[in-house]
């Protein structure tokens, strides 16, 4: 076990750590710091969401900054607001016993408050991209004195369009800085933005089997997509002490879902873009301070949070891109604690879950939402525990323990328990109305066991593009999806190689995937497919013989 005793760590950065009660440095701090501190040149750093990259560039950044000097020596870009504001607080922390000035600066925020604290001296300024350049259009912000430019999770702020902003900043800052880049995955773009504005980055990359974090338990639930919400309640009310986000697509959702939830009797509340930046921040607060328990966000509104010890996150719809996913349930899982992502699918969209495990390497586990008698069980045993701790605790009640004599002397202790048990119960069937069944069976992913034989009678294409390229399965088989028109669960094992890639295909959409797919471009790549399978020739007789001797029970 490492210690951040054993880093070049200056003393007063080291007691700083101590008192966040950092015991042991992350993997990407252990690699980072070594290089970073007292570093001048440039660096990439890559690892996956809640492993601590901010303090991985803070502390080497905290050590090397001049706190005599009254310049803006560092800036961060981050996406978000709430990321500036919580990268700065993280700072903040960090330099408890150095003192330097830290200014988180974005947008929804009174831009002369921004201006008259720079001009107050700041030394390290944490803002987004589209406020920064604000000041720089108004003259400010001077950059010219600018050692350290950070750009802290790269991916995201390029997800969010902010490319030209980025690239804008970077031409007013002077040569003599160094550039350190993080980011949750490195994309194409991000290269592109490494190749032109950074000399021979130094590059660490967390290197993990899985994109998404082992202390992470995924699940989904297939359920119809006028069932979610159903779905949704008896999943809150089954579990214990839930505290999550639950992830919708659009603001107008978050705000009806939530409205919903309060109505069947849960403390939920939306976090959306239009609410303004002081309802927002009420929201947030009450929820890091588990006044309140369930936020219902859309992806951008929940970009910045960082709450540590949520138990659940929850798709309540797929998001469109993969590493939406992967973001949202780095969300869960983080420190070491150990978090459930569930995602509920519609039958439709199950293709989708199967090119989500092809991105994140890792298994989602099918579950069952539970009936209601599984419910009313669960809310039992957990009345029971609480029941026993009331009891150890009365907390000045005693003077109301009175009003229960007359049932007291009217019914025995087992009348009364199950007079308990029966009223717990009703409120549920009252909630519910009626014990329907709401998990749908799956379409795929067990085809092989549902359709014996079928997996192997699949043709091998292969195509020039590979590992070389960047490519990655949950993006060919996404491509192949969109581009042939065909569902997930026609493409079978996917093997990427250096340079080419081969993947096996149900027979029935072979001809269409290959005339679809030769000429279009995959990473940049114009496609050419191979077929080296002899059956392929004779696809068409091959199949109707098929068709003929399937046995009676196989029913498509
Ligand atoms: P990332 O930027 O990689 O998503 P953060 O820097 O936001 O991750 O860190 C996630 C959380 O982990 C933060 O609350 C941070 O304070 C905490 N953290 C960072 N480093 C350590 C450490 N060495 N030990 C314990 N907690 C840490
Ligand atoms: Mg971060």
């Known amino acids: ?68 000097s009254k310049d803006v020596q560092a800036i961060i870009l981050a996406p978000t ?18 003192h330097l000035k830290i200014l988180p600066i974005y947008g929804g925020q009174d831009i002369g408050v921004q201006i008259r604290a720079i001009k107050q001296g700041v030394q390290i300024v944490v803002g987004t991209p589209g406020r920064v350049v604000d000041h720089l259009h108004r003259q400010t912000l001077n950059l010219s004195k600018i050692q350290n430019f950070i750009l802290d999770e790269a991916d995201e702020m390029l997800d969010m369009g902010f490319l030209e902003e980025i690239e804008e900043i970077l031409s007013n800052v002077g040569p003599q800085r160094s550039i350190w880049l993080f980011s949750a995955t490195l994309s194409r773009e991000i290269r592109t933005i490494a190749d032109r504005f950074m000399s021979e980055p130094e590059e660490i990359r967390i290197q993990r089997k899985t994109a998404t974090t082992e202390k992470t338990e995924e699940l989904y639930y297939t359920v119809r997509r006028h069932n979610k919400f159903e779905a949704l309640c008896r999943l809150i009310d089954h579990t214990r002490d839930m505290y999550g986000i639950i992830f919708c697509q659009t603001k107008s959702d978050t705000a009806e879902i939530a409205e919903k939830l309060v109505q069947k009797g849960f403390k939920a509340e939306a976090l959306h ?126 003077r109301y323990f009175s009003r229960v004599d007359p049932i007291l002397k009217k019914y025995s202790a087992e009348q009364i328990a199950q007079g308990f048990v029966t009223l717990l119960c009703r409120e549920i069937l009252e909630k519910y109305e ?32 590979g590992q070389r390229d960047n490519l ?39 001809d269409v995937v290959i005339r679809k797919l030769n000429g279009v471009k995959i990473c940049g790549k114009p496609v050419t497919v191979q077929h080296n399978d002899p059956r392929f020739k004779n696809l068409r007789t091959m199949m109707h013989k098929k068709r003929s001797d399937r046995k009676p029970s196989y029913k498509h």
Do not use: W
């Open 472 to 510: 990655q399965t949950g993006t060919l088989i996404g491509r192949i999806c969109n581009i042939a028109g065909i569902e997930g669960r026609k493409i079978g094992r996917v093997f990427i190689q250096d340079d080419r890639t081969t993947f096996k295909i149900d027979p029935e959409v072979a």
């Open 1 to 68: 076990m490492s210690s951040f005793k054993d880093y070049a760590i200056a003393s007063e950065i080291l007691k700083a750590i101590d008192e966040m009660g950092f015991t042991e440095p992350s993997e990407i701090q252990a690699q980072a710091l070594p290089v970073l501190l007292d570093y001048t040149g440039d660096f990439i750093g890559q690892a996956q969401t809640g492993t601590g990259k901010t303090a991985a560039f803070g502390i080497p950044l905290l050590q090397k900054l001049d706190k005599t």
């Open 273 to 398: 873009g239009d609410m303004s930046q002081a309802q927002r921040e009420h929201v947030m607060r009450k929820f890091k301070s588990k006044g309140l328990r369930l936020l219902v966000a859309t992806d951008v509104a929940a970009r910045g949070i960082d709450v540590n010890d949520l138990t659940h996150v929850i798709n309540y719809s797929l998001p469109q891109e993969s590493e939406s996913y992967i973001h949202r349930i780095g969300r869960t899982g983080r420190a070491g604690k150990t978090g459930i992502a569930i995602t509920l699918v519609s039958p439709e969209e199950q293709y989708k879950l199967r090119r989500l495990e092809g991105t994140t390497r890792k298994k989602i586990i099918k579950s069952n939402i539970p009936t209601l008698e599984e419910i009313m069980e669960s809310t039992i045993d957990r009345t029971i525990g609480e029941f026993e701790d009331a009891l150890s605790n009365p907390k000045g009640f005693d």
């Open 434 to 465: 009626d014990d329907k069944e709401l998990n749908v069976p799956d379409n795929f992913g067990q085809s092989s066991s549902r359709h014996p034989g079928k997996r192997d009678q699949m043709i091998e294409l292969s195509i020039n593009v």
């Open 81 to 98: 607001r709430e990321l500036a504001i919580q990268i700065s607080e993280e700072l903040k922390r960090l330099s408890k016993f150095k």
